[in-house]
């Protein structure tokens, strides 16, 4: 795909102020949510994934994007499924939880075995999300970006991109992609982002994508190009600790901890990335 063009113009040379597009800036993030997000954050299946809620806030973030239960809500590259946990429980009694990855047909893979495990994702999501979460496989929805169903086109209420914006821009694909999401979006849909974010006066090499870091005056402007207005921006999922300007990139920080048990105390003393936590809405 070729269509990273615009977008990577728009990193390199859009780092200044946010637009005056923002509506208001939420420091102390958003109100915690309804009692049935409490009962799926609090239930014994996430034992593990709750050691990081102190440094995702799942209950305020999902407040902040207005992620309600009833909700068609897509998950955009849920990887290890920390909040595909979240959401598929939550969703599934009266909402219905989508999971899109990227467009694979004209990736590039190491070898065969990469590449069937990528094409036959779709097929095979909805059964590992069930594993996960106990919701039944039928519940749940996966399709690559480019083959959402056109009967389901503009009929998503939500669409929740965690941590993978770095993704789309290293796989040169941002551009398309955020198209293909903005066709899935009712009219008054809307998108939320969290990503590891970069200091404003950042170099080019810490702030490209390549260290998993991006200043958010620059994710601005890509959603900008894309047919996007932001709305909204909270300050829930920031850590001012992180420098953001470490050689091994994000990746440096917990939970990956990169560099092992070299000065594992301090990295762990740290926490996790710093994170814009932005809303978009759908442009006409």
Do not use: C
Not at 72 to 95: K, N, Q
Not at 199 to 215: Q, T, V
């Amino acid at each position: 795909m070729k269509k990273l063009l615009m977008a990577s113009a728009a990193l390199a040379m859009l780092g200044a102020a946010v637009p005056a597009t923002a509506k208001h800036h939420e420091k102390d993030g958003a109100a915690m949510t309804d009692a049935s997000l409490q009962t799926v954050l609090n239930h014994e299946r996430r034992a593990d994934d709750k050691a990081r809620d102190v440094y995702r806030h799942p209950a305020d973030t999902l407040g902040f994007f207005g992620v309600k239960p009833d909700q068609t809500v897509v998950e955009y590259g849920p990887g290890g499924g920390w909040y595909t946990r979240i959401l598929v429980p939550y969703l599934a009694g009266s909402g219905q939880y989508i999971a899109v990855n990227a467009d694979s047909a004209n990736a590039s893979f190491s070898d065969r075995a990469r590449e069937a495990r990528t094409k036959g994702w779709p097929e095979n999501f909805p059964e590992t999300a069930a594993k996960w979460t106990g919701v039944e496989a039928k519940k749940i929805l996966a399709f690559e970006s480019d083959e959402m169903p056109d009967d389901m086109k503009g009929k998503v209420d939500r669409i929740l991109i965690f941590r993978s914006l770095h993704g789309m821009l290293n796989g040169n694909r941002a551009d398309s992609e955020l198209r293909a999401l903005r066709d899935m979006l009712v009219d008054d849909g809307m998108v939320g982002i969290v990503q590891h974010r970069a200091k404003a006066d950042a170099p080019y090499a810490m702030s490209n994508g390549s260290k998993g870091y991006l200043k958010q005056a620059s994710v601005v402007a890509l959603f900008e190009l894309n047919g996007f207005e932001l709305v909204s921006e909270s300050e829930v999922n920031a850590n001012p600790k992180d420098m953001s300007d470490y050689e091994r990139g994000v990746w440096t920080l917990p939970p990956v901890l990169a560099l092992g048990d070299a000065d594992k105390a301090k990295y762990q003393a740290i926490g996790e990335s710093d994170r814009m936590t932005l809303l978009f809405k759908k442009r006409p």
